[in-house]
């Protein structure tokens, strides 16, 4: 049996503005609306919905995405350019700086709704501490 993730629903104040700031910052586009949902369809076929839900309070999610070097290089451009901060690790404790676990590079951002977004360009243990 092949499983694979889908979509996954991310809660959002203003879904068109995060839908936007997502596919801007990843250079990816914003689907057309379905139902209450805007997606930010990933390369690999997974997308991302947001959604606005019923006014209710959301705990903020965490979301990584693997990227090429050349990707991140484009990624972290985007970042920079926005004047966006970033930190090295998830708990936020070295601000504008990056990571290189496992010999590759990664960082992390927020989004307007507070979600933790982060790039990696070498999966978590595969390589060099």
Not at 53 to 79: K, L, N, T
């Amino acid at each position: 049996m092949s499983i694979e993730l889908n979509h996954t629903i991310v809660h959002a104040e203003d879904t068109q503005a995060s839908a936007q700031f997502l596919a801007d910052i990843l250079g990816l586009q914003v689907g057309p609306q379905y139902g209450p949902f805007t997606p930010v369809e990933i390369p690999n076929g997974v997308t991302l919905d947001y959604y606005e839900g019923d006014g209710e309070p959301f705990v903020p999610q965490h979301y990584a995405f693997m990227v090429s070097e050349p990707e991140f290089d484009e990624i972290f451009g985007r970042i920079k350019e926005r004047g966006l901060t970033y930190w090295a690790d998830p708990h936020h404790t070295r601000e504008n700086a990056i990571n290189t676990n496992d010999g590759g590079r990664g960082l992390y951002w927020d989004d307007p709704n507070g979600h933790k977004l982060e790039i990696i360009t070498r999966p978590y243990g595969s390589g060099d501490a």
